[in-house]
C-alpha cells in the first residue's frame, strides 16, 4: 500500500511560483507512473503532468514552458515547480501513482493564484 501527501499549496499572485511536493510513505520507485491533476472550482478533473522517468515527462498544452514535473526516488517524493502562475491555475492539485493494476491519489492541496 501506498500513501501519497501532498504540500506546498497556497496563495499566490499572478506571475508568481509555488513547489508542489508529493511525499510517498512507501517507495515510489515501484510506482511506474506518477502524475499531477488538478480541479479548478466547478469543473472536472485534469491532468497537469505526468512522470515516468526523467526523460519521459509529458504536459498539459496550458502549463507547457511554465510547470515542470520531477521525482526523486531516493527521498520518495515527486515535485511540481510552477512558475508564471496565472489566475487559471487556480485548483486543488491531486498526487497520483500508479502501480500495475493498482492507482493511489493523495488528499490535494489548494493553488490559489489572485489576479
Known amino acids: 500500500q501506498v500513501q501519497l501527501v501532498e504540500s506546498g499549496g497556497g496563495l499566490v499572485q499572478a506571475g508568481g511560483s509555488l513547489r508542489l511536493s508529493c511525499a510517498a510513505s512507501?517507495?515510489?520507485?515501484?510506482?511506474?507512473?506518477m502524475a499531477w491533476y488538478r480541479q479548478p472550482p466547478g469543473k472536472q478533473r485534469e491532468l497537469v503532468a505526468r512522470?515516468?522517468?526523467?526523460?519521459?515527462?509529458n504536459y498539459a498544452d496550458s502549463v507547457k514552458g511554465r510547470f515542470t514535473i520531477s521525482r526523486d526516488n531516493a527521498e520518495n517524493t515527486m515535485y511540481l515547480q510552477m512558475n508564471s502562475l496565472k489566475p487559471e491555475d487556480t485548483a486543488v492539485y491531486y498526487c497520483?501513482?500508479?502501480?500495475?493494476?493498482?492507482?493511489?491519489w493523495g488528499q490535494g492541496t489548494q493553488v490559489t493564484v489572485s489576479a
Open positions: 512507501g517507495s515510489i520507485f515501484r510506482l511506474h507512473l
Open positions: 497520483y501513482g500508479l502501480r500495475g493494476w493498482d492507482d493511489y
Open positions: 512522470i515516468a522517468s526523467s526523460t519521459n515527462t
